[in-house]
């Protein structure tokens, strides 16, 4: 993708920042089930506890057109796809599937879904 200087510069700055902190209830909700439930031990979210560094960093994750190395579009049904059995999306992933509630699959991708 090609990009103004100016732009990329505005991209880059968003793209530095820290996470936002969560604005609803769900979201803290699934901040909370993200840090507490293993998936802070693999990835990092900056200006969170969350600091693993065997996944990707996903400060930013919203704000990607797609997920799982471009094997699905970013939205939230395929990201909550991705979360509750990344194995049957792509045999082989490193991510190992979570067991989380329904209640706290959705707070995590509307969690995860505000990160711009």
Not at 41 to 57: E, F, K, W, Y
Not at 76 to 85: E, H
């Amino acid at each position: 993708m090609a990009e103004s200087r100016e732009a990329f510069d505005a991209w880059q700055s968003r793209q530095n920042a820290v996470a936002s902190a969560p604005g609803g209830e769900e979201e803290r909700r699934g901040q909370q089930a993200f840090l507490f439930t293993g998936c802070a031990l693999c990835h990092t979210i900056r200006g969170t506890p969350a600091s693993g560094t065997v996944g990707p960093d996903l400060t930013h994750l919203a704000s990607r057109r797609a997920l799982a190395a471009d094997t699905l579009a970013m939205t939230p049904g395929a990201l909550a796809a991705w979360i509750a059995d990344p194995q049957s999306i792509k045999p082989g992933a490193k991510m190992p599937r979570i067991a989380l509630s329904a209640d706290d699959l959705n707070a995590v991708v509307a969690y995860l879904g505000s990160l711009e």
